[in-house]
Every structure is written in structure tokens, then in C-alpha cells.
């Protein structure tokens, strides 16, 4: 009577939907991480093509070299990349014609008594700098409480008395435990001995 293939039925057949929709899945995921890789492949080497063209160029002399990539993350808080400090800029102190355009040209003429010196900017840069640091780790409040502590154990140490106290409750909490223990030990033999 019936006809009809079986295998039809069975799970691990090929033509079933579930299997068909698991290859076409594949598929596309193949597919999709084909292309991936081929735009990677293609972005690797136009970012070869385009460090060669950069060699070239310096080689040239048509380009200046890039030496300071990672100085910007060494300098001091505030500072731009041509050492002037945006902090003096901000008060009112005279900067170079590179970070304010609108300064016009005025003959400077400072006496090395009245005026200030180069070293003068340069110490009072490094004594904010000082400065915003210490003001940061007084502000700090886990610094702060990381003090308080500090001045607890200081004090409790400091306090013969009160240290003994708490030895003694510590030995007094592990011996609780300890006769906890050794209650349960025996309760444990007893069940045996039972048994």
C-alpha cells in the first residue's frame, strides 16, 4: 500500500526544509565572509600602496617626515603641540601669533630685570602642573578614605587595650568554630556507628 519515500521523514535527509534552509544559510554566511575578507585584502593594500607613496615622498624630499606621533600623549596637561600652554592664553598672557591670529605685531622690548624671562614661564608651567596634581590627590575621596583607615588601624594599634579585646573575640569567634566542627564530627561517627 502506501508509497512514498521514508527517508523523506527522516531528520538527517538532505532534502528536507530544515536541512535545505540550514545549507542556504551556510551559504550565505560563506558568501558574506568571502566578501569580508576580499575588502580587507583590498583596504590592506591600498594602505601599503598609500605608506610606499608616503616613502617615496619623504625619500623625495617633497614631504616632511612624521617623528612625533605619540608626543602629544607625553606633554603636560594644557600644553599644545607647540609648547605653548592654552592656560596662559586664557589669562591674558602674551602667546605666540601661531595660536592667537587675531594678536597683531607689537615690538616687544623687555628688560631682563622688569620683564619676564623664558625660564620664568617655563617653572611656573611645572609649578601648575605641581599644583593640579596635589590638588587632585587632596581631593581625591578614595585617597581620602583610604586615609581614614589608615588612621583607625593607626589608632587601634596604638591602643593596647583595645587590641587585646579584639584578639581575644577573634580567638573566641575561631574556637566557636572550631567546637562547631568537632560537634558535627561526632554526630557524623555516631550516624556510622548506627548504621
Known amino acids: 500500500m502506501g508509497g512514498g519515500d521514508l527517508n523523506m521523514k527522516k531528520s538527517f535527509h538532505p532534502n528536507t526544509m530544515a536541512n535545505l534552509e540550514r ?3 551556510a551559504e550565505l554566511k560563506r558568501d558574506t565572509e568571502m566578501k569580508k575578507v576580499e575588502q580587507l585584502r583590498r583596504e590592506i593594500a591600498e594602505e601599503r ?5 608616503q616613502k617615496q615622498a619623504v625619500a623625495a624630499g617633497v614631504v616632511k617626515a612624521k617623528t612625533a606621533r605619540l608626543d602629544w600623549m607625553y606633554s603636560g596637561p594644557g600644553t599644545a603641540q607647540g609648547g605653548q600652554d592654552h592656560e596662559e592664553y586664557l589669562l591674558g598672557k602674551k602667546i605666540d601669533k601661531e595660536i592667537d591670529p587675531l594678536q597683531t605685531e607689537q615690538p616687544e622690548s623687555h628688560d631682563t630685570a622688569s620683564g619676564p624671562s623664558m625660564f620664568s614661564d617655563v617653572t611656573m608651567s611645572v609649578a601648575n602642573v605641581q599644583r593640579d596634581t596635589a590638588a587632585k590627590i587632596r581631593e581625591d575621596p578614595l ?7 589608615e588612621q583607625a588601624r593607626k589608632n587601634l594599634m596604638s591602643n593596647p587595650v583595645r587590641l587585646k579585646q579584639l584578639q581575644q573575640m577573634l580567638r573566641e569567634q575561631t574556637g566557636d568554630d572550631d567546637k562547631k566542627k568537632k560537634k558535627k564530627k561526632k554526630k557524623k ?7
Open 143 to 149: 585617597f581620602a578614605i583610604k586615609k581614614q583607615e
Open 23 to 25: 545549507v542556504f544559510n
Open 189 to 195: 561517627k555516631e550516624r556510622r556507628k548506627c548504621k
Open 49 to 53: 600602496q598609500r605608506e610606499d607613496m
